[in-house]
């Protein structure tokens, strides 16, 4: 799922994404792909890159981030 947001003007930076998965529990981030791979617990579970942050999704979750507003990756 895209989850695009009001930072589309600027990058996320690692302090912004901490700050959003905080609710959520800790995350590290690593430099990748021109953004930042976000992972928990050693598995990546988003990407952010220019204006946009890719969750990875599964069966479960799909429906819920889509009436959220997001859309897949392509």
């Known amino acids: 799922a895209t989850i695009h947001g009001a930072w589309a003007e600027s990058p996320l930076r690692p302090d912004d994404i901490r ?3 905080e609710p959520t529990g800790p995350v590290s981030i690593r ?3 021109g953004g930042h791979g976000i992972f928990r617990d050693g598995l990546m579970i988003a990407i952010a890159a ?3 942050l890719w969750m ?3 069966a479960e979750s799909r429906a819920a981030f889509g009436s959220a507003g997001s ?3 392509s």
Do not use: I, N, S, V
């Open 31 to 33: 430099r990748m792909f």
């Open 19 to 21: 700050e959003l998965f």
């Open 71 to 73: 859309r897949p990756f």
């Open 56 to 58: 990875k999704t599964g």
């Open 50 to 52: 220019d204006d946009a």
